[in-house]
């Protein structure tokens, strides 16, 4: 089922993003703080696909904590519910999840994780599941979130823009995950004219369990 070119890299070091020629002063920076990247492929759905892999990654070998992020994900049909999504329209996609979950508690295996989100099938339903979520959350809190949407109509925003596969994501999208997932996430963005990269913690003030680092719009997985 593997295409040419995983959707997920294996892990490699963080020299292989710097360019030919004299690496410039944000990928100096970017080497002080971190050893490593994993690249995901490029397909519009990076960010939704690089979140839940880094995370599960980030728990593998923390009993407790995967159980917990299991927990939330049973209990994240009841806010698509909410959101007026019909079970039969995403039950498949959350037990895909819930499946993903319960074999990296079964085979605590960096490979079994890397696996399953190369599977084409499973992986894209792991990210429609997520995107479904981020979608529901943004619709139960709409009061909040529509302040920040560009759309006039939230509704549909999260129609078009998120809950449709290969669209890319806005910052908004990415607090509500973080919020329905009750994760951090650490963004390092190389864009911008400064010498320094940009670093966002999302929700502020609390301790990151994955970082990603951004760059033209692409998300991909770092570690410290």
Do not use: W
Request: proline share 3%.
């Amino acid at each position: 089922q593997m295409e040419a070119g995983s959707i997920v890299e294996c892990r490699e070091d963080i020299s292989s993003l710097f360019p030919e020629q004299t690496p410039g002063a944000k990928h100096k920076d970017l080497s002080s703080q971190f050893s490593s990247v994993r690249q995901v492929r490029g397909d519009g759905n990076c960010f939704y696909r690089a979140v839940c892999f880094a995370h599960l990654e980030s728990v593998l070998h923390n009993a407790r904590s995967l159980q917990r992020f299991k927990d939330k994900i049973i209990q994240s049909g009841n806010v698509l519910s909410s959101a007026g999504f019909d079970e039969s329209f995403f039950k498949h996609h959350l037990s895909t999840l819930v499946d993903v979950v319960e074999r990296c508690q079964t085979d605590e295996q960096e490979n079994t994780l890397l696996r399953l989100f190369n599977e084409h099938k499973t992986s894209d339903s792991v990210v429609q599941y997520l995107r479904l979520l981020t979608s529901a959350h943004l619709r139960n809190h709409a009061d909040f979130f529509c302040n920040f949407v560009e759309s006039p109509d939230l509704h549909a925003y999260c129609h078009q823009e998120v809950e449709a596969m290969a669209m890319e994501c806005d910052h908004v999208d990415i607090l509500a995950l973080a919020q329905a997932l009750d994760i951090c996430i650490h963004i390092v963005s190389m864009e911008g004219d400064e010498e320094k990269l940009a670093h966002h913690i999302i929700p502020e003030g609390a301790e990151p369990s994955l970082h990603l680092l951004y760059k033209t719009s692409h998300y991909n997985i770092l570690y410290p």
